[in-house]
């Protein structure tokens, strides 16, 4: 505990409190920085509040714990040891950028719903990611690029059934072997990009399921779900 102005805690520390949610943080904080992995092992939500940036290159946030993020400024979640259940983030007007090891679910966590920002980039290493339904008539809400990677081989983006992924500005990427597009893209007068992750994968437009190997398989209605 010996930086000035910096509220410091390991992930002992973390690990010491046995809650349902544990917020660490308030609306005219400082910025966050992740140092060092940690894991709140006792909790089942860690809900992160900010004025300014959320920054975790150095260090994950591990355990896959939901996680909710308040900030006012860039997010920037990258380190690989990163594992969380279900992602919420509040960041309208700044950039978001997230990457997960071992798959994750945008949705509602400690009353946070969905993903917001400008730009919002969010990547599963290994492991699918599914865009849940909720509250929010935009899941995934941005005013810039938005784009979700499901970075393995034959690992799955889902946009659940009535949910939606919009943005203003920038259009739509979605790289992934498999698209499960049951809810909607909203990206009017945009580019909306739906393409495999790996090298040679083929492309089957036309077919119901997501069960042929190394196959992007997309249906007439999946298509039809992209305004």
């Known amino acids: 505990d010996a930086a000035a102005s910096t509220l410091e805690l390991s992930s002992t520390e973390l690990g010491n409190v046995t809650a349902t949610t544990l917020v660490v943080g308030k609306s005219d904080s400082g910025a966050i920085v992740v140092s060092a992995d940690v894991t709140p092992t006792?909790?089942?939500?860690l809900h992160?509040?900010?004025?300014a940036g959320v920054t975790g290159t150095a260090g994950g946030i591990a355990g896959d714990k939901n996680l909710?993020?308040?900030?006012?400024?860039?997010?920037n979640?990258?380190?690989?040891?990163?594992?969380?259940?279900?992602?919420?983030?509040?960041?309208?007007?700044?950039?978001?950028?997230?990457?997960?090891?071992?798959?994750f679910s945008v949705g509602s966590v400690d009353g946070v719903i969905g993903v917001s920002g400008s730009t919002v980039a969010l990547t599963a290493t290994t492991g699918n990611l599914t865009v849940t339904n909720t509250a929010n008539a935009n899941d995934i809400n941005a005013t810039g690029a938005v784009t979700l990677t499901a970075a393995a081989a034959d690992a799955l983006v889902t946009v659940s059934t009535t949910a939606d992924v919009k943005t203003t500005t920038g259009g739509v990427t979605i790289n992934a072997d498999k698209i499960d597009l049951a809810g909607t893209i909203t990206a009017s007068g945009q580019t909306v990009t739906l393409r495999p992750q790996t090298a040679a994968v083929a492309i089957d437009l036309g077919s119901g399921t997501d069960a042929a190997a190394s196959t992007l398989?997309?249906?007439?209605?999946e298509l039809g779900n992209v305004t």
């Open 68 to 75: 909710a993020i308040e900030a006012g400024g860039a997010v």
């Open 217 to 221: 398989e997309l249906s007439s209605t």
């Open 42 to 45: 006792n909790v089942t939500n």
């Open 48 to 51: 992160l509040i900010t004025g």
């Open 77 to 103: 979640i990258t380190d690989a040891s990163t594992a969380v259940g279900t992602l919420a983030i509040s960041n309208a007007g700044n950039t978001v950028t997230f990457t997960e090891s071992n798959g």
